[in-house]
T-cell receptor
Framework: GESVGLHLPTLSVQEGDNSIINCAYS??????FIWYKQESGKGPQFIID?????DKRQGQRVTVLLNKTVKHLSLQIAATQPGDSAVYFC????????????FGTGTLLAVQP | ETGVTQTPRHLVMGMTNKKSLKCEQH?????MYWYKQSAKKPLELMFV???????ENNSVPSRFSPECPNSSHLFLHLHTLQPEDSALYLC???????????????FGPGTRLTVL
């Protein structure tokens, strides 16, 4: 994907391990957050979302944690698989505005077999 | 396949050309979006349409002109572009046009645009 052209932080994990990808968001009034996955040559894929009235939300093999005190979001992937290798980025609805999504630059997750 | 298709997949155009990008969604969604993904910047939301009405225009230059003739089709008309407009243009759709839990956006594969 295009975002690979950026100098992205890289997280390298062994297959089967758990992965934790972090994101710092910018506006304390933002109240909705999304995690996306983007594989090379493809469009982003929605993974999971969370509202600011929640601290944690779980999906299939993924968990999103929200710490509003420090404006921090994390994505945990359990039992990481080679197919999880991609760029992951978060988005916030900036200041709580409707449809004003601001995206992070992303983290490259590299899964080693 | 996400149910969102974009054509063309690649486009090279001169600064004086006029071209259009097309997006079609086969998911029965009510909202469609245009995004720009540049090599040196994060993903940027450009336009949001809900029930064929534009509900968001994130300060996009007028050389980009969207059109949503129906809930399944979205166009981005391009004219007098600049080389810095070269990017991957992504289309997405969702059931509703507002940000809400599980109102998942489905993205197309994008059109890679190069402006010479």
């Amino acid at each position: 994907g295009e975002s690979v052209g950026l100098h992205l932080p890289t997280l390298s994990v062994q297959e089967g391990d758990n992965s934790i990808i972090n994101c710092a968001y910018s506006n304390s009034a933002s109240d909705y957050f999304i995690w996306y996955k983007q594989e090379s040559g493809k469009g982003p894929q929605f993974i999971i979302d969370i509202r600011s009235n929640m601290d944690k939300r779980q999906g299939q093999r993924v968990t999103v944690l929200l710490n509003k005190t420090v404006k921090h979001l994390s994505l945990q992937i359990a039992a990481t698989q080679p197919g999880d290798s991609a760029v992951y980025f978060c988005a916030e609805n900036y200041g709580g505005a409707t449809n004003k999504l601001i995206f992070g630059t992303g983290t490259l997750l590299a899964v080693q077999p | 396949e996400t149910g969102v298709t974009q054509t063309p997949r690649h486009l090279v155009m001169g600064m004086t050309n006029k071209k259009s990008l097309k997006c079609e969604q086969h998911l029965g969604h009510n909202a469609m979006y245009w995004y720009k993904q540049s090599a040196k910047k994060p993903l940027e939301l450009m336009f949001v349409y809900s029930l064929e009405e534009r509900v968001e225009n994130n300060s996009v230059p007028s050389r980009f002109s969207p059109e949503c003739p129906n809930s399944s089709h979205l166009f981005l008309h391009l004219h007098t572009l600049q080389p810095e407009d070269s990017a991957l243009y992504l289309c997405a759709s969702s059931q509703e046009g507002s940000l809400a839990l599980d109102n998942e956006q489905f993205f197309g594969p994008g059109t890679r645009l190069t402006v010479l």
